[in-house]
């Protein structure tokens, strides 16, 4: 089992930044790609950004590309959301998300999210 928990959520006006973390617990934190998820009341739940084990690749959708950076430290068992030029859009439940694998067979964790909230 790998325990998440997601903190830094909150309320910002429109072009401001906040930066979410996802610390780690339970197995090794290395062997996992991290993710951010995000879903919006009445909406289904989006991908935001995935970092890969090492943290040299990322991956963003297209409505965050450029605005947020997902990095990752491996010693800290910890990974981050830095959000800027924040979009009323952009408010939802964030959720971080491990992904790994036990032999063969796949393994995914989430965490309980935590509430962004971007005013106009």
């Known amino acids: 089992q790998v325990q998440l928990v997601e903190s830094g959520g909150g309320l910002v006006q429109a072009g401001g930044s906040l930066r979410l973390s996802c610390a780690a617990s339970?197995?090794?934190?290395?062997?996992?790609?991290m993710g951010w998820f995000r879903q919006a009341p009445g909406k289904e739940r989006e991908f935001v950004a995935a970092i890969n084990r090492g943290g040299g690749s990322q991956y963003y959708a297209d409505s965050v590309k450029g605005r947020f950076t997902i990095s990752r430290d491996n010693t800290k068992n910890t990974v981050y959301l830095q959000m800027n030029s924040l979009k009323p859009e952009d408010t939802a439940v964030y959720y971080c998300?491990?992904?790994?694998?036990?032999?063969?067979?796949?393994?995914?964790?989430w965490g309980q999210g935590t509430q962004v909230t971007v005013s106009s």
């Open positions: 339970g197995r090794t934190f290395s062997n996992y790609a």
């Open positions: 998300n491990a992904r790994g694998h036990d032999g063969p067979w796949p393994l995914e964790f």
